[in-house]
């Protein structure tokens, strides 16, 4: 069988790597890919960009593909499924209508409301002043957070009135990001442990994969910027069986039901991303895919063979997932100034990396030359028995991965509890 993976990150790379393990996969086709795809056993690059629906229909046709994973939000929530339903193809991803819980933080939280999903309060505005006299009045921290999708940075936490006005008028006045920021919405801090809850979720039921803990801050000791994640732990130390029987009950279900009563037939990953303190989940975000980089050490885990697991859950056929017994780290290593403005361009430069597993997020192949062309570079990965064993593996081997002006933390292993 042929397989087509969309997408271009360290994500997608995992989720590429993993199928091509399967016996029942030909060639795993990757549109766009990267220079880790582009050399991966089983896995073709094909330069289509994501947003070209047409270029990807005509591939899906000239190559006789019978599975596509959608890895990204952005062709998710712009309808690609919708735009693939009279295909003779299985599309592994919501429609339009079911990536909305993503791609509107509005309408997501108002899902939450109707559905009584727990979660933290919100109160939402299309004018900015209105906003701001609100935030006269608030007690900080505080939340504020973009309508739309804006790559992971259209939030602020922020710690008093003036940090937060100035959000707002850079976001509403001056549209930084662009329609995304047009309505915004103003939250309750939640405080507690922050946890990664992902699977396959189907209109009968949600297979959750392992758990996992996503390091955000992009410097040691949680300090610094939010990235869109500089390294992640699986299993998370902090799952417990009471603790997933509540996010099951009290948030899974509740989600399932609220898409089915909107007739929204829902095919496609699901990561809950929650806040968690005292063994009680709230929720603080939808994403209609799986996340990065904790899909990284998700795949290194998993023993099953996903692409059965893919085609059993789109055939509404019963899915099963083991997953080794160990743990897994990743460790990303980023471009100097991310999340901020950074240089590309730069030649990566490999030694002996032993054993550990590079996806690659942000570089292209040129010529024989590897180089640099995003912020997160790479997601460095091991699997062993313990977190401990595999974050010494990391960091005794890191080194031999070089190129201008690279940055990564040197504390991702460590747990950090709110």
Known sequence: MNVLVIGQGGREHAIA????????????????????TEVEDKCENINIKIS???AIQKLIREKNIKLVVIGPEDPLVNGLVDFLQNEDVLVFGPSANGAKLEGSKIYSKKFMFKNDIPTGEAKFFSCSAEAKDYLDNCEYPIVLKADGLAAGKGVLVA????????????????????????????EECLFGTELSFMGILTPKEFIPFETSVDYKPLEDNNFGP???????????PFMNEDLKKAIMQNVVQPTIDGLNKLGVKYYGFMYFGLMVKDNDPKVLEFNCRLGDPETQCLMMQMESDLLSCLIDALNDE?????????????????????????KTGCTVKFGNTGNLKIFH??????????????????????????????????????????????????????????
């Not at 993993?18 to 795993?28: D, G, P, R, T």
């Not at 549209?175 to 309505?183: D, R, T």
Request: net charge negative; with cysteine; proline share 2%.
């Open 17 to 36: 790597w993993k199928l091509a393990q399967s016996q029942k996969v030909e060639i795993v086709f990757v549109a766009p890919g990267n220079g880790g």
């Open 52 to 54: 070209d629906f047409s």
């Open 226 to 236: 939010n990235t869109g994640g500089m390294g992640c732990i699986s299993p998370s």
């Open 318 to 342: 019963e899915v099963t997932i083991d997953w080794k017994k160990g743990a897994s780290v990743g460790v990303v290593m980023a471009s100097a100034g991310y999340p901020g403005t950074y």
């Open 361 to 418: 997020a942000g570089t292209t192949l040129d010529g024989a030359e590897l180089k640099t062309s995003g912020g997160r570079v790479f997601s460095i990965n091991y699997y062993d028995d313990n977190l401990k064993d595999c974050s010494e593996y990391i960091y005794k081997n890191i080194e031999e991965i070089q190129f201008d002006g690279n940055i990564y933390r040197t504390d991702i292993g460590k747990i950090y509890e709110s």
């Open 159 to 186: 710690q008093d009135s003036d940090s937060a006005k100035n959000w707002v008028d850079a976001v509403m006045h001056d549209s930084v990001f662009g329609e995304a920021g047009k309505n915004i919405l103003v």
